[in-house]
């Protein structure tokens, strides 16, 4: 179940390429602004229904700290390497880095441990996620834009060890959610006001609306409350069923048409996700080892 929530996440996450597409033409960094700031704001009042937005216990400062530097991070450090070294690096080198940022990270904050069935599933899926987004494109690789997108993922597995920590000392997923993304948008509020007129028309706060409300609000809830019961590496690695989502759609809604190497790296990425998303079998104990033991 928690998998599962965490991928139902993922496939939100991969509508937001599509809604900014059909949207208006306005500045990313707008958008994601926006965006954390619609979400923040729902987020606060689902945790205020739920349980509460105090949670209970004493609130880690580093760790919300963390998470909110993680969420707005991302948002900057993704949309600048795009824009410096385009749409297919940038997102490889991203969504790529972070299932592995998030498991080393992990294990030297928290000494999460690692698995085999782990790093195979994630290189599995990073590499179908390479051939997913480098199919349809001519990338053009630039240093700044490579450390940017390398950023982008660092932040993303901070946000989630962060997040992880939070969870673990008996917050609510919805009061997690709400502290860390309300203090990503105070954060962007600079970023908000300089390209806030951007999204200053009504399909521009449509957008914003949407943006914040399925693949922030929502989506951030499902995945917080998987992410309490999965190591923030597997947690990472799930969320790649993003841009298999996203490809989908591009297919279905704005008549892509995926070349054979897009199909074969949307399976490798289903594959691993597949495999990692199994549940573990229990190896039988011998009866002779029990005897031996008794």
């Given at each position: 179940?928690p998998?599962?929530?965490?991928?139902?996440?993922?496939v939100?996450?991969?509508?937001?390429?599509?809604?900014?597409?059909?949207?208006?033409?306005?500045?990313?960094?707008?958008?994601?602004?926006?965006?954390?700031?619609?979400?923040?704001?729902?987020?606060?009042?689902?945790?205020?229904?739920?349980?509460?937005?105090?949670?209970?216990?004493?609130w880690?400062?580093?760790?919300?700290?963390?998470?909110?530097?993680?969420?707005?991070?991302?948002?900057?450090?993704?949309?600048a390497?795009?824009?410096?070294?385009?749409?297919?690096?940038?997102?490889?080198?991203?969504?790529?880095?972070?299932?592995?940022?998030?498991?080393?990270?992990?294990?030297?904050?928290?000494?999460?441990?690692?698995?085999?069935?782990w790093a195979?599933?994630?290189?599995?899926?990073?590499?179908?996620?390479?051939?997913?987004?480098?199919?349809?494109?001519?990338?053009?690789?630039?240093?700044?834009?490579?450390?940017?997108?390398?950023?982008?993922?660092?932040?993303?597995?901070?946000?989630?060890?962060?997040?992880k920590?939070?969870?673990?000392?008996?917050?609510?997923?919805?009061a997690?959610?709400?502290?860390?993304?309300?203090?990503?948008a105070?954060?962007?509020?600079p970023?908000?006001a300089?390209?806030?007129?951007?999204?200053?028309?009504?399909?521009?706060?449509?957008?914003?609306?949407?943006?914040?409300?399925?693949?922030?609000?929502?989506?951030?809830?499902?995945?917080?409350?998987?992410?309490?019961?999965?190591?923030p590496?597997?947690?990472?690695?799930?969320?790649?069923?993003?841009?298999?989502?996203?490809?989908?759609?591009?297919?279905v809604?704005?008549?892509?048409?995926?070349?054979?190497?897009?199909?074969?790296?949307?399976?490798?990425?289903?594959?691993?996700?597949?495999?990692?998303?199994?549940p573990?079998?229990?190896?039988?104990?011998?009866?002779?080892?029990?005897?031996?033991?008794?």
């Amino acid at each position: 179940m928690p998998r599962l929530l965490v991928l139902l996440a993922a496939v939100l996450f991969g509508t937001t390429g599509t809604a900014q597409a059909l949207g208006p033409d306005a500045s990313p960094l707008a958008v994601g602004a926006a965006r954390i700031a619609v979400g923040a704001v729902l987020l606060w009042g689902a945790a205020w229904l739920v349980r509460g937005a105090a949670g209970g216990g004493r609130w880690s400062r580093g760790a919300l700290a963390a998470a909110a530097a993680g969420i707005a991070g991302y948002q900057l450090c993704f949309f600048a390497a795009v824009a410096d070294t385009g749409v297919a690096v940038g997102t490889v080198v991203a969504l790529g880095s972070a299932p592995a940022m998030s498991g080393l990270l992990a294990r030297a904050v928290d000494g999460t441990p690692l698995d085999r069935r782990w790093a195979a599933c994630t290189a599995l899926a990073t590499v179908g996620v390479l051939l997913l987004v480098l199919s349809g494109s001519e990338a053009e690789v630039s240093a700044p834009g490579i450390v940017l997108a390398l950023g982008a993922g660092l932040s993303y597995a901070g946000y989630t060890v962060a997040s992880k920590r939070l969870l673990a000392a008996g917050h609510a997923p919805e009061a997690v959610m709400a502290r860390g993304f309300g203090l990503a948008a105070v954060a962007l509020v600079p970023v908000l006001a300089a390209k806030g007129g951007d999204v200053a028309s009504v399909d521009g706060i449509a957008l914003a609306l949407y943006l914040g409300a399925v693949p922030t609000a929502l989506a951030y809830v499902l995945f917080a409350r998987g992410l309490r019961f999965l190591t923030p590496g597997e947690t990472a690695t799930l969320t790649l069923a993003e841009p298999v989502t996203a490809a989908a759609l591009g297919t279905v809604v704005l008549a892509e048409r995926p070349g054979a190497l897009a199909v074969a790296g949307a399976l490798l990425v289903l594959a691993g996700l597949a495999a990692l998303a199994a549940p573990r079998r229990e190896r039988p104990v011998r009866a002779d080892a029990v005897e031996a033991a008794a």
